[in-house]
């Protein structure tokens, strides 16, 4: 067996952690995490895991000169400007469907793409990303390179966040592909782990001849804790940015 030291703050890191209205971003600093998701657009950062795979999804469907990135991180700053911009020219209304208050955003962790198809005049707050054509085949094929629709026509009474079709959330896998075979959103998903327990059932899903192993550890304080793995256990872990972290083995 070996020992693995998990720690109060990994609650706000990882690919799973949730950021909504109710609970915020709480890491800065992220920077060196991050890089351009493109090199024709390298303002446009992610963080490194979610921009390779990005890139490895373009790649397959071969979809560069069809789907281009339209906004990646974003700092507290930038959504503060982009949520008044949008008060100011929208409204009330339009904003609180489709921007999130600073500091709540996903755009925050680097983790989250908004997408459009190439063409002209993209609107910068709800670009053009339909369910049909090229699109469509994104939608197939994203949850087998870990990202999800995070914002889902039908869910906005748990997002509270109008449908977005061109907002997608890398979470990695296995999860996206759970979340997709379940129909769930990221926050009913962060609810559903936390029946899979340390020391009791684990969640168990098996791809391509690999089993992952899934469950739930509750943090309480800030002490940290010592967790036992199997040797040769390939092992990741997420915070929630609620009240505990999820570990991945495989």
């Known amino acids: 067996m070996r020992s693995l030291t998990i720690q109060q703050q990994q609650i706000y890191c990882g690919e799973l952690i949730l950021v909504n209205s109710a609970y915020p971003y709480r890491i800065e600093n992220q920077e060196h995490w991050m890089v351009p998701v493109r090199k024709d657009f390298p303002k446009i950062l992610l963080h490194k895991r979610a921009s390779k795979k990005l890139k490895e999804l373009i790649h397959k469907l071969n979809c560069a000169k069809e ?31 489709f921007v999130a208050m600073p500091g709540h955003s996903e755009h925050h962790t680097g983790l989250a793409i908004d997408l459009a198809e190439n063409k002209p005049d993209i609107d910068f707050i709800c670009p053009e990303f339909s369910y049909t054509g090229i699109c469509k085949e994104f939608r197939e094929n994203a949850a087998k390179y870990g990202f999800i629709e995070r914002y889902k026509e039908g869910k906005e009474f748990i997002t509270n966040v109008a449908k977005e079709p061109w907002h997608f959330r890398y979470v990695g896998y296995p999860h996206a592909q759970i979340i997709e075979d379940m129909d769930y959103t990221l926050e009913e998903y962060i609810e559903y782990l936390k029946k899979f327990k340390e020391k009791g059932e684990h969640l168990y899903y098996k791809s391509n001849n690999v089993e992952y192993e899934i469950f739930f550890v509750p943090i309480y304080d800030e002490h940290n804790f010592k967790l036992l793995l199997k040797e040769n256990t390939r092992c990741q872990i997420s915070g929630n940015n609620v009240d505990g972290i999820i570990v991945t083995l495989w």
Request: aromatic content about 6%; overall charge negative; some cysteine.
């Open 67 to 97: 789907i281009v990135p339209v906004s990646g991180l974003r700092s507290v700053q930038e959504q503060i400007e982009i949520y008044e911009d949008c008060l100011r020219e929208e409204g009330v209304g339009y904003t609180t469907n």
